[in-house]
């Protein structure tokens, strides 16, 4: 009688136990979910101030035809939505590339870059792109929350029950090109090796969405974010380190 308890009482803690664990793996599966659609929010913000951007430059650039249609063919095709978000990394981060061309065209301009509009556009932007890469750290740490609940035992066995499965991880493709990080710092130091007004470029790669390395705004306000160059060390995908403008 006594072992037909033990049983019973061993049966009762792993119906609990088990309870315990479907209830976090749904919990945490939703909280990643909500995490990504922050994302979804910040990219279709980001989307939005393409266009406004491009038309202002147009307005002084209008002969750079090429550049301005790659940045919203790219813009397109971020837009058009891609099922898992290592696809919406990659195509955010075409997007990104032909950002970076885009301002590294600007430099050529002067006028435009003290136009106001010009600048609000840049300072919005970069704003958005630091919401994303927020959006992006906080989302990455719950994959990694859940992935490992995902793989680890005990737990692997109620997800399987559960139906709970890995999550992607949101970031910048390994082999992302490198594209120019433009300094729209001030005009007092244009001179140098390139000749007064040459733009000032270091190679660093543009953020994908919400998986890349994480971004910082430009020299000036409003100015495209900057990340991590290639080459310095494969970024935990979790986490983002971030190398100020030099």
């Known amino acids: 009688m006594i072992?037909?308890?033990i049983v019973l009482a061993l049966v009762v803690i792993a119906a609990v136990v088990g309870v315990v664990m479907?209830?976090?793996?749904?919990g945490l599966r939703n909280r990643v979910q909500e995490g990504w659609r922050q994302i979804d929010v910040?990219?279709?913000?980001?989307?939005?101030?393409?266009?406004?951007l491009v038309d202002t430059v147009k307005g002084y650039a209008s002969h750079e035809q090429g550049t301005l249609e790659s940045v919203m063919q790219a813009r397109s095709a971020a837009m058009s939505g891609a099922s898992t978000p290592t696809g919406a990394a990659q195509a955010e981060g075409e997007l990104s590339q032909a950002l970076g061309?885009?301002?590294?065209?600007?430099?050529?301009?002067?006028?435009?870059?003290?136009?106001?509009?010009?600048?609000?556009?840049?300072?919005?932007?970069?704003?958005?792109?630091?919401?994303?890469?927020?959006?992006?750290r906080?989302?990455?740490?719950?994959?990694?929350?859940l992935n490992t609940k995902v793989e680890s035992v005990p737990s692997n066995l109620v997800a399987g029950i559960a139906k709970v499965q890995k999550a992607d991880y949101f970031e910048t493709p390994a082999t992302e090109a490198v594209v120019p990080n433009?300094?729209?710092?001030?005009?007092?130091?244009?001179?140098?090796?390139?000749?007064a007004g040459a733009p000032s470029v270091a190679p660093s790669t543009q953020p994908g969405a919400v998986g890349?390395?994480?971004t910082q705004p430009g020299g000036a306000p409003g100015a495209l974010p900057q990340a991590q160059a290639p080459g310095v060390g494969a970024p935990d995908p979790t986490s983002d380190r971030t190398t100020p403008n030099g």
């Open 22 to 26: 479907y209830n976090g793996l749904i």
């Open 212 to 214: 890349g390395p994480s």
């Open 3 to 5: 072992i037909v308890w």
């Open 101 to 136: 061309r885009l301002m590294a065209v600007t430099e050529a301009y002067p006028d435009l870059k003290a136009n106001q509009n010009f600048l609000a556009l840049q300072n919005e932007l970069g704003s958005t792109e630091d919401r994303i890469a927020s959006s992006r």
């Open 42 to 52: 910040e990219l279709k913000r980001r989307h939005d101030l393409i266009p406004n």
């Open 138 to 145: 906080y989302y990455n740490a719950l994959v990694r929350e």
């Open 182 to 195: 433009v300094s729209f710092g001030g005009g007092g130091g244009g001179a140098g090796a390139g000749g």
